[in-house]
């Protein structure tokens, strides 16, 4: 079966295939990388795979805020209760 832009459509097989390999810890994140922006992939699979790298990065950025406005909140607190003061 083929789509208006002429590609075929991937089947449920494929997609199953897709998303088990880019839930390869490491590898995955490789695949996805190659599908994204290699030559040659199927635009279905290339654009699952630029969307996962969008939001790996976004969860990426809101992890790192989160870890310095926390981390930098503990590190105050565990160097104020050393001090011996109220």
């Known amino acids: 079966m083929e789509n208006a832009e002429g590609s075929s459509v991937m089947s449920v097989k494929d997609w199953a295939i897709t998303v088990f390999i880019a839930g390869i810890p490491f590898i995955g994140f490789i695949m996805l990388f190659i599908w994204g922006f290699g030559s040659g992939t199927d635009p279905n699979k290339a654009n ?32 104020g209760a050393g001090s011996g003061g109220y």
């Open 48 to 79: 699952f795979a630029k969307g996962a790298l969008l939001v790996i990065l976004i969860f990426f950025v809101l992890y790192a805020i989160f870890f310095a406005v926390f981390g930098a909140a503990m590190f105050a607190g565990l160097a």
